[in-house]
């Protein structure tokens, strides 16, 4: 029976559970998640401190990014072939093992899946069916190519094991190439690994039971399954459940986990964003784990609060906690459970940024961790050698963060901020639907400032008396940036202010719910998330909103599963999207309410009827008019957030960090 903790407001969540020969302390696993943290052919230092940190962290369990299973496979994965790699798998697996975390090797080939442009001419799948992403044609294996597959799981599991490795997981999801086995859809093959559920499933079944007899009852087996690829001839939930009906009627896995989307328009649905409900696969993986058979199953899928994931576990169908993004945003998330401190969790904001910037090829990174892009995690907060008036102008992200990073360290810091609530953009953003999420990022920042005695004089724009009688040291200038003005509109209307930036009117809009007549039309020159959050609200507000870009898409600056959802979402609103359009300025827009547009190639000008709204997303200014006074009066002054350059929440909570940090 599970030992519960006694007297914690999470008895389930941090209980103690068996699997296999091994107990884990609580119910929280790190799910496996890419890092690009690693070196060819080795265990980098980034990689393993990465690893070593979730474990003391808390976590009763990690699975580890992919690991190098052949020769071919991604070079920056962790090799596992020859018993050359023995000392960085012994050096990995001491590091977790020895803070009280059972560590899993995660097996995976990726098939015919490709994020970046261009075609691989090196994948494999179950037939020569072409990827519905890249549309890679793929080598069919062949029978021998199977066999050997079956022998080769086995030998590096035995590696895993002799290293100190508690087990491995299978990740047959999200369109890799078990995954491709199990799905009807890419598997047309017509000998014992085709023709219906059984026979999909029986080279995942073999692989299974190769590792089991070499590796024995004790060493850990996990199966991560497609619950719903979201592909009605691929994997929906009824052939799911065939699937593990087949499964569990070949071999006996220790525990099951169940991921949603494909390698295709789905993809999205691997990583829920702040956009959906909060545990949107819960019902799901329920209806699921009622076919497990007494595996214990493990929840997936945007649980981000310990409440949460408690709810989860007392409900009576779960065994574990899957989190892969809250990890990433706070390593000591299960410290902070365990000890009744829930409200100083940094809670992930499900933006995807961590996704965005590996397919990118770049390491990982958090915008609500920004220690982590620094490679400082687990380091403390040094103190100052001498302490020094600090006054941070904005309220920003960028300006929170450096905020609390510099009073932490011993630094005496107000800051200024025009706004009566800190958050800046960030809390305007915060109040559409789909970045609700972000709150959490200056909200940990305001506390942890007050924690730290951080003063916060707020309602008022700064001029240069106000920070000059503070009588600083240093200044952070957080102070923001405004869209430029299109060039295509004509500049005397600039000073009409009736055609607002999106950032003006996300502040007009605060609050209004009421539908109303025409059309919105948005110019957009600016393609990140925000920009189509407020698109996506515009259209609860107007009958017909109508994006013009000269761009050939929409969205380019955010990740593929951010475009996908942000498509998706802005399809089901109805809303329109002309893209290679130019805006043609109608000199008697005021009496007609009529804008024209053209091809950016040419061509005749088209009308856009009845507008009663527009507004442009541009890039960026930063404000920048208190620099060469503060410079002038011999103040040491640091740019932070888009008053440096105007960029993205992972860069404002970097630059805020390391400033705070550098003072």
């Not at 103690?16 to 107990?23: N, T």
Request: charged content about 20%.
């Amino acid at each position: 029976m599970p030992q519960h903790v006694p007297e914690s407001a999470y008895p389930h969540l941090l209980s103690s559970i068996q699997l296999g020969g091994s107990v884990l302390r609580n119910r929280i696993v790190h799910a496996a998640i890419s890092t690009r943290l690693g070196v060819q052919g080795g265990l980098s230092p980034e990689y393993l401190a990465y690893c070593e940190t979730r474990a003391r962290g808390g976590a009763a369990m990690l699975v580890t990014e992919p690991l190098g299973l052949t020769l071919d496979q991604n070079a920056m994965r962790l090799p596992t072939w020859n018993d050359t790699h023995m000392s960085d798998l012994s050096r990995l697996a001491d590091a977790v093992e020895s803070a009280g975390c059972r560590l899993m090797g995660q097996l995976q080939d990726p098939g015919r899946g490709r994020h970046i442009p261009g075609r691989s001419t090196s994948a494999l799948a179950p037939s020569a069916v072409p990827d519905d992403l890249s549309g890679t044609m793929p080598r069919a294996m062949s029978l021998a190519d199977v066999s050997a597959w079956v022998d080769m799981v086995a030998d590096r599991a035995a590696r895993l094991q002799r290293a100190g490795f508690s087990g491995v997981e299978f990740s047959a999801c999200h369109g890799h190439l078990f995954h491709l086995f199990l799905s009807p859809r890419a598997n047309q093959r017509t000998d014992r690994y085709g023709n219906d559920t059984t026979g999909r499933t029986r080279w995942l079944s073999e692989m299974v039971l190769a590792v089991r007899a070499v590796c024995g009852d004790r060493f850990v087996i996990g199966l991560k399954l497609p619950g719903d690829d979201g592909m009605s001839d691929s994997v929906p939930p009824e052939e799911s459940i065939r699937i593990t009906e087949a499964l569990l009627d070949q071999c006996r896995p220790d525990y099951l986990a169940y991921a949603q989307g494909a390698h295709a328009r789905t993809l999205e649905m691997h990583m829920p964003d702040a956009a959906g409900p909060r545990m949107p696969y819960l019902g799901l993986i329920e209806r699921l784990a009622g076919h497990a058979r007494g595996v214990p199953v493990m929840a997936l899928g945007r649980i981000t609060d310990p409440a949460e994931a408690e709810a989860v576990l007392a409900a009576g169908n779960m065994s574990l906690v899957g989190l892969g993004r809250p990890l990433i945003t706070d390593p000591n998330w299960p410290q902070k459970a365990q000890a009744g401190k829930a409200n100083s969790i940094r809670y992930c904001v499900s933006c995807n940024t961590c996704w965005k910037t590996i397919t990118q090829d770049r390491p990982i990174a958090c915008d609500n961790n920004p220690a982590l892009a620094a490679g400082q995690e687990g380091t403390p907060l040094l103190r100052a050698v001498q302490s020094k008036r600090v006054v941070v102008v904005g309220a920003g992200v960028a300006g929170l963060e450096a905020a609390w990073v510099a009073a932490a360290r011993g630094h005496h810091v107000t800051v200024l901020g025009a706004s009566l609530e800190a958050g800046g953009k960030a809390r305007r953003a915060a109040h559409l639907p789909a970045l609700q999420s972000l709150s959490s990022v200056y909200d940990y920042q305001v506390e942890r400032g007050r924690e730290h005695g951080v003063h916060f004089d707020l309602g008022r724009v700064a001029a240069l008396a106000d920070v000059l009688t503070l009588a600083p040291d240093v200044v952070v200038l957080a102070t923001g940036a405004t869209p430029c003005w299109p060039i295509e509109l004509p500049a005397a209307l600039q000073a009409d202010g009736w055609i607002p930036d999106l950032p003006t009117l996300c502040r007009q809009l605060m609050g209004h719910s009421q539908r109303q007549p025409g059309t919105a039309v948005v110019w957009d020159l600016d393609p990140a998330d925000a920009t189509y959050a407020v698109v996506e609200h515009l259209a609860s507000l107007f009958e017909r909103v109508v994006v013009l870009t000269p761009r050939d898409a929409i969205a380019q600056d955010c990740s593929l599963v951010a475009r996908q959802s942000i498509l998706r979402r802005l399809h089901l609103a109805r809303v329109e999207v002309l893209t290679q359009r130019e805006i043609r300025w109608n000199e008697h827009f005021e009496e007609t309410a009529t804008l024209m547009h053209h091809s950016i190639y040419g061509g005749d000008a088209m009308e856009l009827t009845d507008v009663a709204l527009l507004t442009y997303a541009t890039p960026r200014v930063p404000n920048t008019a208190l620099l060469e006074p503060l410079l002038g009066n011999g103040i040491a002054v640091h740019q932070v957030g888009d008053c440096l350059v105007a960029g993205d929440t992972l860069s404002a909570t970097a630059r805020g960090y390391s400033i705070g940090k550098l003072l």
